[in-house]
């Protein structure tokens, strides 16, 4: 395909945080690639918490960048920026073909990504989210929208970083049976499991882990359990086809892991991981979040700090196995990439 091919695509960002910036790098850094590929990602409009700014025939990605790496709100973009407007403007009044949520996950009420998820849903845009919130509290209702609508629903980033985990068991699985999943879907929780069995404490690796940003200021999802259970709904709703709730995931988190018992598995060439499994009994699946010894053995096991992982158990299909080192939150953002890539591309 010649470069004069590529499709001009307009698309909405909510979030430039540490995805959705990474997101707009990539965007500009694999403009040629993403030209041969067919597709050309024009910014139409862009909010975060401070304001949005818009403009139909396309923001200046790059100026965009440079007022969030000076700390101030994309509100501020000259000509065509709005401080203090809500992301809900955007998608009243920007005409787009794609809405990418990448703003925080917020498991009380999902706003305000379930709400522009389905404004933009209604609207007939496709969406991409590494946003997993919307997806644990209303993915039949979403995913029904979007089969109304004739659009697509994409988030391959909200399970497991840039490891294509759901893309892996809802395509390339299909046709299988899934007896069992187990993951490694928690980043900060393995890294902080990781540190205190080299012989940090507790609070020592968890200020480690916010240091080098896998670790958020709250860190209470993820040392709780309760995003490794938000990831395991997910794939129980979107690989499985088995709808359940978070009241559905027995949780435990890791504050009780005691790092003398970490160390004791380590000398024994075992590890703690925080894993979350679903597995079939026969009648319905059973899905759990917690701390367990895995022997040296196991392919989870040798995952290090950085490290996510996840094994499909299948009837077909033999059982698969992937793995990703995510160092930073790059790799995220490329699945971000990834399914607009499926959605748009050649």
Known sequence: MTE???????????????????????????????????LQPVLAGVADSGGIARNAGGLDIQRVLALK?????????????????????????????????????????????????????????????????PLVLAYPRLQALADAQGVGLRFDATVAGGLPAINLGRRDLAASHIGRIEG?????????LARMAAGHSYDQALAEAQQAGHAEADPTLDVDGWDAASKLVILAHSVLHYPVTLDDVSVQGIRGVDRDELCRAEQTGQRVK??????WDGESYRLEVGPRCLPATHPLASLGAHGMGIIYD??????????????????????????VVELFGS
């Open 274 to 279: 925080l894993v979350a499994t679903a597995e």
């Open 314 to 339: 299948t009837d077909i299909n033999g059982i698969v196995t992937a793995f990703i080192e995510e160092e930073t939150p790059e790799p995220t953002a490329a699945a971000v990439l990834r399914d």
């Open 4 to 38: 004069g091919a590529a499709r001009p695509v307009r698309l909405i960002l909510v979030g430039v945080g540490n995805v959705g910036r990474r997101f707009l790098d990539l965007i500009v850094r694999k403009e040629p690639r993403l030209r041969v590929l067919g």
């Open 184 to 192: 490694l879907l928690n980043l900060t929780a393995n890294y902080i």
């Open 69 to 133: 790496d000076a700390g101030e709100s994309v509100g501020a973009y000259p000509e065509f920026g709005y401080l203090g407007l809500p992301p809900e403007a955007l998608l009243e009044e920007v005409p787009a073909d794609l809405f990418v949520d990448a703003s925080p996950a917020n498991l009380t009420d999902g706003q305000p990504g379930l709400g522009c998820i389905e404004a933009a849903l209604s609207r007939g845009m496709h969406v991409v989210t590494a946003n997993k919130a």
